[in-house]
């Protein structure tokens, strides 16, 4: 019996398939899932075939993400699907296997994911990179009251500038997604939801600063609460001069939400540490390719020397194996060979190449082994906190 195949979308038929299968995984609507398929790209969707038939579905979601201040080729995958009559035959674990094959062949460095079951993902060489919080401040503890700098309503014509604005934060922030389209969308509309967009100018007519806002009328008081798609900006008067307009709907909002890392900027400029913040997802990254990843990615022009890597991934065989990770001038290089003074899984050195763990961590959990020394002198990676806003 010939193995379950991984195609794209053939027809119709497949488009109905994937709805259903979303419907059964998320609880979406037959017709919101097709609206969904249509926007994502039939290009981005790959269907698992056993002989022939539609037995699992996913979404590819090209884009990037920042580490080190430079942005590695990224495929997120989302929509991972599996109907209930096909379920507890592992289809969703050979779609996966098959998918990052294939994202490797493509060329790109990393995928990226955010897990319903970490238990799957891990087999395939997922693991834990980055932070995503719910953030939530009373609006009474948004106590900026600067006015300096004018703010206006954004159009599409500002677009550029935001997306510039935004790169900007995102390369001083490890772990912040680079934007495609499907990010891009959900900032502006996310499930029906409309996203107002403001910003702050700079002298040069630039932007220093925005959010996307919306207002949720409150079903208990009448009043209401405010909800950021996104928040960025590049200079501290930017920021306060956001917080301001902010605390301008004070007289009417109660809670204001938005989603970031524990070292969110916004939070550091508010007067008291008074503020909600819960675990909402854990991103999980995956190498799919070591060698042009650790090029692409950056690292500090201060840190010099090697780093020795025995690295297992059953997976994919180029990346398996000794490795010589040799940095210098903000750069690295990745040639097989060495010692393999330190042995780790393809999952743990995601997790370290995102600075989520230290090697020494890493070994604390049995996910690295090597002398202390060795350990320590890999501590090449970790920059800051990797944390992202972005769902997808």
């Not at 969703?92 to 990052?100: E, F, H, I, V």
């Not at 060979?337 to 780790?344: P, R």
Request: hydrophobic share 40%; charged share 20%; net charge neutral.
């Amino acid at each position: 019996m010939p193995d379950p195949i991984l195609t794209g979308i053939n027809d119709t038929a497949d488009i109905h398939a994937i709805a259903r299968f979303i419907y059964h995984a998320f609880t979406s609507a037959h017709d919101q899932a097709i609206t969904w398929i249509e926007g994502a790209g039939h290009q981005n969707f790959r269907i698992l075939r056993d002989q022939g038939k539609p037995v699992a579905c996913l979404v590819r979601i090209p884009m990037g993400q920042y580490f080190g201040g430079r942005s590695v080729s990224l495929l997120g995958i989302a929509a991972v699907a599996v109907p209930p009559e096909s379920r507890g035959n592992g289809y969703a674990k050979r779609m996966m296997q098959l998918a990052m094959q294939e994202a490797a062949a493509d060329g790109f460095g990393l995928s990226g994911l955010y897990a319903s079951t970490q238990t799957l993902y891990r087999q395939i060489g997922f693991e834990q990179a980055a932070h995503r919080f719910r953030i939530e401040i009373g609006m009474s503890w948004i106590t900026e009251r600067l006015r300096a700098g004018a703010v206006e309503p954004l159009s599409e014509t500002d677009i550029p500038g935001i997306h510039a604005c935004y790169a900007a934060m995102a390369r001083v922030h490890d772990g912040f997604l680079d934007r495609g389209d499907y990010i891009w969308k959900r900032i502006r509309n996310l499930r029906g939801t409309e996203f107002s967009p403001f910003g702050v100018r700079n002298p040069a007519g630039g932007l220093d600063g925005y959010f996307y806002l919306s207002q949720q009328r409150r079903p208990d008081s009448g009043r209401h609460n405010l909800e950021l798609s996104d928040l960025v900006f590049t200079t501290p008067e930017a920021a306060r001069r956001l917080l301001g307009l902010l605390a301008d709907f004070g007289s009417m909002a109660e809670d204001l939400g938005f989603y970031g890392g524990p070292t969110h900027p916004a939070l550091l400029l508010l007067p008291q540490q008074r503020h909600r913040m819960s675990v909402k997802d854990t991103h999980l990254n995956r190498i799919l390719d070591l060698k042009s990843a650790i090029a692409a990615r950056g690292f500090n022009p201060t840190t010099r020397g090697e780093v020795h890597f025995d690295v297992s991934d059953p997976l994919i065989p180029a990346n398996n194996g000794k490795f010589i990770i040799t940095v210098e001038n903000g750069k690295a290089t990745a040639t097989p060979g060495g010692s393999g003074a330190i042995q780790l899984t393809i999952n743990a050195l995601a997790s370290i190449y995102c600075g989520f763990v230290t090697p020494t961590q890493a070994a604390i959990l049995g996910w690295a082994h090597g002398t202390p020394k060795d350990l320590l002198a890999a501590n090449i990676f970790c920059e800051s906190t990797p944390w992202l806003t972005d769902m997808y």
